[in-house]
């Protein structure tokens, strides 16, 4: 025996000295109404302490229960039934707004959704909406920041002499003839 399986063999009735392949954790053969609600709130995103303080039990009770194969079955089970829900309402949402830009459109086209008139001030809202959504909207008015400086002539020789240099590193000025004065 190699000398750190015999210290554990010698002492294999306490589990704090017992090596960690061979410890196990409480696995519930059966789920109980409290594995229920603390699974209903591991789908729901919940941390195990969160959860504890909720359910007023140890978060290691929570972990156990986590990762005990009955609740995994469970809990995955569930979360397929939300994932099919989310898609369902997609669905829905993608047939409703269908629905609505045909309506919409009807009453800005023809003015009126089943014989009842749309007024031109109705109609011409919707259209804004409409071109808003679409990102033609009206122009927001921006913030605006006026300078003024007074330059010399020496002060607009050198900020040309800059913007030439610039220019050149940046090899968007190719080939420049030198003024002489």
Not at 21 to 40: C, F, M, V
Not at 134 to 145: F, I, L, R, Y
Request: charged residues 30%.
């Amino acid at each position: 025996m190699s000398g750190n399986n015999a210290f554990y063999e010698e002492r294999m009735n306490d589990l704090r000295c017992t090596l960690p392949s061979l410890r196990t954790a409480h696995e519930p053969k059966r789920l109980w109404d409290r594995h229920h609600q603390i699974i209903r709130l591991i789908v729901m995103g919940l941390q195990n302490k969160e959860i504890a303080e909720y359910c007023n039990c140890s978060p290691q009770l929570v972990s156990n229960i986590r990762n005990s194969q009955a609740a995994q079955g469970r809990i995955q089970e569930l979360r397929d039934n939300l994932d099919n829900q989310v898609l369902s309402i997609q669905e829905k949402i993608k047939e409703g707004a269908e629905k609505a830009i045909d309506l919409v459109l009807k009453a800005m086209n023809e003015g009126e959704i089943d014989d009842v008139p749309v007024s031109v001030s109705q109609r011409i809202s919707i259209a804004q909406n409409l071109l808003d959504r679409a990102g033609h909207g009206a122009t927001q008015k921006g913030q605006v920041q006026h300078l003024h400086a007074h330059l010399t002539s020496t002060d607009i020789e050198g900020i040309k002499k800059r913007a030439l240099e610039v220019g050149m590193e940046n090899g968007h000025i190719i080939d420049v003839e030198e003024e002489r004065e």
